[in-house]
């Protein structure tokens, strides 16, 4: 059973806008949570974490928000660029590091 | 700079073949993986390595062993190769709070 989710396989947004993807997750117990990001052909490169003590953590351009009593979180990219199109990945820490499916993000110049 | 680097960008085998797919890392981790990407599925967990000798298995094992002899390597072993383990395969290690950091995967074809 999946316990991290992205229910947006993709996502398309116009350049300078906000990029929003979501993830949720289903065990209560996950005390960190990750953000990666992947281009065709390579393996994923970390972006992003936030421990569950925090409901927030910034970094550029790249901010994750953390919702635990909806057991969801978020990555906002403000402004979106074209190098930013790529699959993100969100994860959760347990006994091991659970990732979701996935969301492709494509920003349009 | 933090390195996990994998013994082959792109590999083809045949149905029945064994399979070696070599890791290391030199970050002196002590926690390495072995996941697949397939389309729509994420990334999913083959198995795992806590130390040198110890393994445990992930969310996929079928069809799969691992080896972890030295601390810096982790060799997956595909002891017969079927269609349906061809894949994207993706080696990581991590070292306790830090996420996974990725090696630049194996894409696996298996004819």
């Not at chain 2, 397939?38 to 040198?52: A, E, K, M, Q």
Request: hydrophobic share 30%; glycine share 6%.
């Amino acid at each position: 059973d999946q316990q991290v989710k992205q229910n947006s396989p993709s996502l398309s947004v116009q350049e300078g806008r906000i990029s929003i993807l979501n993830c949720d997750y289903t065990n209560s117990m996950f005390d960190y949570f990750l953000w990666y990001k992947k281009y065709p052909a390579e393996g994923p490169t970390f972006l992003i974490s936030i421990s569950s003590i925090k409901d927030k953590n910034e970094d550029g351009r790249f901010t994750v928000f953390l919702n635990k009593s909806a057991k969801h979180l978020s990555l906002h990219i403000v402004p979106s660029q074209p190098g930013d199109s790529a699959v993100y990945f969100c994860a959760a820490s347990g006994n091991q590091f659970y990732f979701g499916t996935g969301t492709s993000l494509t920003v349009i110049p | 700079d933090v390195k996990v680097t994998q013994s082959s960008r792109y590999l083809v085998k045949r149905t029945g073949e064994k399979v070696f797919l070599e890791c290391v890392q030199d970050m002196d981790h002590e926690n390495m993986f072995w996941y697949r990407q397939d389309p729509g599925l994420g990334l999913r967990l083959i198995y795992f390595s806590y130390d040198v000798k110890m393994k445990e298995k992930g969310d996929i094992p079928e069809g799969y062993s691992v080896s972890r002899e030295k601390k810096e390597r982790f060799s997956l072993i595909l002891e017969s190769a079927s269609t349906n383990q061809t894949s994207m395969y993706l080696c990581a290690s991590s070292s306790r709070p830090s996420g996974p950091y990725f090696g630049p995967g194996t894409r696996l074809t298996v004819l």
